[in-house]
């Protein structure tokens, strides 16, 4: 079982950038799968950006291409998700999750379902 809690989020003006991090508890960090999801208010939680175990392979939603960029150090057990030129579209919260690796493809790993283990979440507020 992993423990995952997010930090990083916070007030920014659009345009702005902040880096959230994901510390996961445990030392089987490095054999999971991770993804970023995010819900707005009134909307459906929504996939962000996933990477897996290796770090070698990573997937992001078509919104977030070019401006998020997904990455691990799992020395450090820790995920991290950098946000360039955020937009206030981009207010939500955000989550991290994990699932065991070496089961799905990157593709897969866009979807909630794949997922077994959920952080509580970061509020990331863009203001216009």
């Known amino acids: 079982q992993v423990q995952l809690v997010e930090s990083g989020g916070g007030l920014v003006q659009a345009g702005g950038s902040l880096r959230l991090s994901c510390a996961a508890s445990?030392?089987?960090?490095?054999?999971?799968?991770m993804g970023w999801f995010r819900q707005a208010p009134g909307k459906e939680r929504e996939f962000v950006a996933a990477?897996?175990?290796?770090?070698?392979?990573?997937s992001y939603a078509d919104s977030m291409k070019g401006r998020f960029t997904i990455s691990r150090d799992n020395a450090e057990n820790t995920m991290y998700l950098q946000m360039n030129s955020l937009k206030p579209e981009d207010t939500a919260v955000y989550y991290c999750?994990?699932?065991?690796?070496?089961?799905?493809?990157?593709?897969?790993?866009?979807?909630?379902?794949?997922?077994?283990?959920w952080g509580q979440g970061t509020q990331v507020t863009v203001s216009s």
């Open positions: 999750a994990a699932t065991r690796g070496g089961y799905y493809s990157t593709y897969t790993l866009r979807s909630q379902r794949a997922y077994d283990y």
């Open positions: 445990g030392r089987a960090f490095s054999s999971y799968d």
């Open positions: 990477i897996n175990w290796r770090g070698s392979s990573t």
